[in-house]
């Protein structure tokens, strides 16, 4: 099945977790990604949260493959910025494989941070944001 942001904003968080715990991990992206926040899931704010999100705080993420890191785009100018390490792991909601992406070595910001990943569409990953071991929220990356 094919699925898109606005599926994906669409969606429960029961649904978007049952999405990443059936979802392979995929291959470590290479490259620019536009990132949307999925913030009230399924409700009629999702979209509203996610384009104010995008306009003023964060528009995805600059991966190098090679290197095994990515960097942010933040604020409105889409400044690349809050660098992570990138490998796969455990998830910490299921215990599966994913990719991860940990700002725990690499940013005074956000190292209490965990990113994890899962390619659920040819060039769209879904991600979920840890706060230490609390979940926060949900968000997607389209390459």
């Known amino acids: 099945m094919a699925y898109d942001v606005p599926r994906l904003l669409a969606m429960s968080q029961q649904q978007l977790d049952d999405l990443f715990t059936a979802s392979p991990p995929g ?4 490259g620019e990604a536009q990132g949307t926040a999925i913030v009230a899931p399924g409700s009629r704010f999702s979209d509203d949260i996610a384009a104010f999100v995008k306009g003023i705080a964060w528009q995805g993420k600059v991966f190098d493959r090679s290197k095994g890191l990515l960097k942010n785009k933040v604020s409105a100018f889409g400044v690349q910025a809050i660098v992570a390490k990138v490998y796969k792991d455990a998830s ?19 190292q209490w941070i965990r990113d994890e990943i899962r390619l659920i569409s040819p060039g769209l990953y879904l991600g979920k944001v ?14």
Request: aromatic share 16%; net charge negative; with cysteine.
């Open 130 to 143: 840890y706060w230490g071991k609390k979940r926060l929220i949900d968000f997607c990356l389209q390459f």
């Open 27 to 30: 291959d470590i992206p290479d």
């Open 92 to 110: 910490w909601l299921d215990g599966k494989e994913c990719i991860v992406l940990d700002y725990a070595d690499t940013s005074v910001v956000a």
